[in-house]
């Protein structure tokens, strides 16, 4: 009993590593069609050498038909987030020193009206000087608010005319591969 046992599991180890075991396992590698988001089925028995040659036709129509290749637009898209994090960083150094701007704009001003009120222009200018950069910090954050939200604009526009292109090359390459005789869904 031992030895059949034994040799049942022998065979059930050794089967797959001879190659009895028929499955199919995936090679990794993705087709051009799914590296863009589209993916491509043969409905008429086109070999995956014939797939390869027919989506790198339709790719190359495509991006000659809208004009758009979806990896230089991947490309700028990097570069443009990379500025749009630089910006983002000159964004909150908008306004920066506004306080003290401020506090001496206000300690002038308090100064003329402390001395015109009540002969006494230091305690003016103090008042005004801690008003002034009340004062100043609030432009401040206002100039970074509004420097933040400019450059939140540009990123949202940039990403959807990004969109837009790829949709309109996705829609080139899917009706050139339909007419190959593949069924694509993306």
Known sequence: M??????????????PS?????????????????TVGVYAFPSKGQDASQQSQDEAA?????????GVDPFQVQKQAEAQAQQNAAAQQQAAQAGKGAGVAGAAKGAAAGAVIGE??????GKG????????AVA??????????????????????????????ITAFKKSFSACL?????????
């Not at 339709?58 to 809208?66: I, P």
């Not at 015109?116 to 222009?121: E, G, K, W």
């Not at 339909?178 to 993306?186: A, F, I, R, T």
């Open 2 to 15: 031992k030895r059949v046992l034994s040799a049942v599991i022998l065979i059930t180890i050794a089967l």
């Open 18 to 34: 001879a190659g009895w075991a028929q499955t199919a396992e995936p090679t990794g590698q993705k087709t051009l069609a799914a």
């Open 58 to 66: 339709c790719y190359q129509a495509a991006v000659k038909q809208t």
């Open 116 to 121: 015109v009120a009540s002969d006494d222009a």
């Open 125 to 132: 200018a103090a008042i005004g000087a801690t008003a002034g």
């Open 136 to 165: 100043g910090r609030r432009k401040k954050k206002q100039a970074q608010a509004q420097a933040q939200q400019q450059v939140e604009q540009q990123a949202q526009a940039q990403a959807q005319a990004n969109e837009s292109q």
């Open 178 to 186: 339909e007419s190959k005789n593949y069924v694509v869904k993306h």
